[in-house]
């Protein structure tokens, strides 16, 4: 079993709608869960960060922890086809980053 | 600011030959990680750098390796290349002591294709 798993999609989505990426995870010693955004041929960026168990929100981001289920959840609302990307999550504890293989999404006009 | 740089942006090689990939931190990050992203597999560890020394690495042969040198950059070298390590390869830099997270700052990678 891999440590981060995630639906890698395609995802397809029309403007407007609301996204929800998920992800699950195996590593009780996660400690802190990220979401990157990757755009093609690009490097991935930091979309948000969360410790606990909870959301957490940031404009039209949510991310959501669940450590009693090892759930992960990305939440964007009135997407915009700017949000067309794959997304990653991602675990770590200490010096370790463990990746999920990451969701792409496209987002319709 | 100038983020992480990667060189070359493509590389070409032929099976058997030797790949060297390079990577420039953001100027004061002194952590450098290098992962393979390979189609469908996400991001796979591969090294971490921290001050000129090799700190960790990941599940894979020792033909993968690489350095850090006084500045803080880094090269990943790949010996004896399979097709199967037709990849992107990405660099990661963070600067050390800031707490227990981290961020880490990705570089736009090295598509490195091994025909």
């Known amino acids: 079993q891999k440590e981060v798993e995630q639906d890698p999609g395609p995802l397809s989505v029309p403007e407007g709608a609301i996204v929800s990426l998920n992800c699950t995870y195996s590593?009780?010693?996660?400690?802190?869960f990220m979401w990157y955004r990757q755009y093609s041929r690009k490097g991935p960026e930091l979309l948000m960060y969360t410790y606990s168990s909870g959301n957490k929100e940031d404009g039209r981001f949510t991310a959501q922890v669940d450590k009693s289920s090892k759930y992960i959840s990305l939440f964007i609302r009135d997407s915009q086809p700017s949000d067309s990307a794959t997304y990653l999550c991602?675990?770590?504890?200490?010096?370790?980053?463990?990746f999920g293989p990451g969701t792409r999404l496209s987002v319709l006009p | 600011e100038a983020g992480v740089t990667q060189s070359p942006t493509h590389l070409i090689k032929t099976r058997g030959q030797q790949a060297t990939l390079r990577c420039s931190p953001i100027s004061g990050h002194t952590s450098v990680y290098w992962y393979q992203q390979a189609l469908g597999l996400g991001l796979q560890f591969l090294l971490w750098y921290d001050e000129g020394e090799e700190r960790n690495r990941g599940n894979f042969p020792p033909r993968f390796s690489g350095r850090q040198f006084p500045n803080y950059s880094s090269e990943l070298n790949v010996n004896a290349l399979e097709l199967e390590d037709s990849a992107l390869y990405l660099c990661a830099t963070q600067l050390r002591g800031r707490g227990p997270y981290n961020e880490q700052f990705f570089g736009p990678g090295t598509r490195l294709t091994v025909l």
């Open positions: 991602a675990g770590t504890y200490g010096q370790n980053f463990v």
């Open positions: 590593n009780s010693a996660f400690q802190y």
